[in-house]
């Protein structure tokens, strides 16, 4: 591993001072020049209301430009000293036995051949290595489905034969879909966990290299206060023109915008639900998720439970890390505009439920700040309305007050 010096605290603090400085500063200069358009004889109550929609919205764009060009100015220069993988740490003892490590693939009514397709692709990626033995294969089923539910086990067995997987590869249908993902995997961890010091978590649609998976094993060897490490999958393989349209902005500025987020974030950065290896141990004892007061769509079960479980892991003192830098790791999105609407719905609910979050007791000011973040993905465009329309009724306003040409 290349040296590097580990940043301290005050290194943490000074970056986060630098980039939140930058992005009020720039706020507030944006803000004076609107405030310059208004009248100097005071503000009218729907001009005060446009100021703070325009603080909001404003501020919410200079944090996202600021985040990408630190991201630009990281990868133009190069690797960031600071990112997890180039962290000094001595070498796991070759004295003590490799880590177990389970791959999971929670699936629930899937398409069960592309579902088997990626693992095999994992699995032979995976055996190239040479270091197969040290991984186990999980399907957990959610699946409710009748006659999806007997493909997948047809699939299964099918997959144990050819790749001689008998005591490596399993499969489980629960019998009740508690919980949704989250459920599913927590039913992993009180079931089987024990037996794995690391599990990486992927989703249906998942593809990952061998040597991706080994890497991220390492790095978690080498750093023993780290309890989830987040790779950046890149959306693959889908040819509608919706599809190819979001795959191409992906790959123009999807690196950089991770660089920037790991730039300011550092040990303290953001779960995405998939695509991750998480320490199990920790994971369990801190993880659970309570069910919301009320009803839904902002009450009951989590939905977007994996930005709470990254900040219930930090409210523990465990680091997460987003390794920007560590290729091999992809996902395909929903190829039309429909499916994506129908997995952007689910999201929507999930993220508004943080506004409560944000709120709650115990949790720092970062992982508030992802909350937030999350919550601001899905207000921003009704604020951006809200807006529009305040300004066509402020510009009414306007013209029905009495023209003045000349002032003394």
């Not at 301290?8 to 986060?16: D, H, M, Q, V």
């Not at 220069?77 to 003590?96: E, H, K, L, M, T």
């Not at 036995?97 to 995976?126: C, K, Q, W």
């Not at 000011?365 to 604020?383: D, E, Q």
Request: charged share 20%; with cysteine; net charge neutral.
């Amino acid at each position: 591993m290349t040296a590097s010096v580990r940043p301290s605290a005050k290194g943490y603090t000074l970056r986060r001072w630098v980039f939140f400085l930058l992005t009020n500063l720039t706020t507030l200069i944006a803000l004076g020049l609107l405030v310059s358009v208004f009248q100097s004889n005071g503000f009218s109550p729907m001009e005060l209301l446009l100021l703070l929609l325009y603080t909001i919205l404003i501020g919410w764009i200079c944090m996202s430009f600021w985040t990408a060009l630190m991201g630009f100015f990281t990868i133009l220069f190069g690797r960031d000293r600071w990112a997890i993988s180039r962290q000094p740490a001595a070498p796991p003892d070759p004295a003590v036995p490799p880590p177990r490590t389970a791959i999971l693939m929670p699936i629930y009514n899937e398409d069960s051949e592309r579902v088997f397709a990626g693992l095999r692709a994992i699995h032979r990626s995976l055996a190239e290595t040479g270091r197969l033995a040290d991984f186990d294969f999980f399907i957990l089923s959610d699946t409710r489905d009748p006659d999806v539910w007997v493909e997948e086990e047809l699939r299964w067995q099918d997959m144990v034969r050819a790749l001689d997987g008998k005591g490596r590869i399993f499969y489980r249908n629960r019998p009740e879909n508690t919980d949704r993902k989250s459920g599913n995997l927590e039913d992993f961890c009180t079931r089987w966990g024990g037996w794995y010091r690391y599990m990486i978590v992927l989703d249906a649609d998942s593809i990952m290299k061998g040597s991706t998976l080994t890497d991220m094993v390492r790095l978690m060897e080498c750093h023993p206060k780290v309890a989830l490490i987040q790779t950046p999958p890149v959306p693959v393989n889908r040819e509608s023109l919706f599809a190819r349209i979001l795959q191409f902005a992906g790959s123009i500025y999807g690196r950089m915008f991770t660089a920037g987020l790991n730039y300011w974030q550092l040990g303290e950065s953001n779960y995405w639900g998939h695509n991750a290896i998480i320490r199990v141990r920790p994971f369990l004892e801190h993880c659970g998720l309570p069910k919301l007061p009320g009803r839904e769509p902002f009450g009951g079960a989590i939905l977007s439970h994996d930005f709470v479980e990254a900040a219930l892991l930090r409210r523990a003192g465990w680091e997460v890390w987003l390794a920007y830098d560590l290729e091999g790791s992809y996902e395909e999105i929903p190829p039309t505009l429909i499916d994506y609407a129908k997995r952007d719905r689910r999201w929507c609910q999930g993220n508004l439920q943080h506004l409560r979050l944000a709120l709650a007791h115990g949790f720092n000011a970062l992982s508030r700040l992802h909350f937030s973040m999350g919550v601001m993905s899905y207000l921003a465009s009704p604020l951006w309305l809200l807006f529009l329309i305040a300004t066509g009724v402020e510009a009414l306003i306007q013209t029905r007050q009495e023209t003045i040409y000349f002032f003394w």
